[in-house]
């Protein structure tokens, strides 16, 4: 996905991205990712993604590239528990 920006904020709450990439994760058995020449917004939502238990960790290596480790355990929970993910998709 090259352009994730979505500048409407009724759209930033529609969790599409945090689905989009879980679905991503679970799908490739991911275990990082790298955002290459970053946005703000990709910064935002790495962060946003570690709070929501899918990164384990985000980090800037040189070169201004995201690196975010998966939380691998957390995101299999998620994709087997549609109690978790209803949870996820829904918080306010």
């Known amino acids: ?9 009724q759209l930033r ?3 599409l991205m945090t689905l989009m990439h879980l679905f991503l994760l679970h799908r490739y058995g991911s275990r990082s990712v ?3 020449s970053p946005t703000d917004d990709n910064q935002h939502q790495t ?3 570690k709070r929501l238990g ?8 040189v070169g201004q590239i995201i690196v975010a480790d998966v939380d691998e355990e957390r995101v299999e929970d998620l994709v ?3 109690a978790a993910r209803t949870k996820l ?3 306010r």
């Not at 996905?1 to 904020?9: L, S, T």
């Open 47 to 49: 962060e946003g993604m």
């Open 54 to 61: 899918l990164f384990s960790a985000v980090s800037t290596d």
């Open 34 to 36: 790298h955002y290459v």
């Open 80 to 82: 087997n528990d549609d």
């Open 89 to 91: 998709i829904t918080r």
């Open 1 to 9: 996905m090259r352009d994730q920006e979505v500048y409407g904020g």
């Open 13 to 15: 709450q529609k969790r």
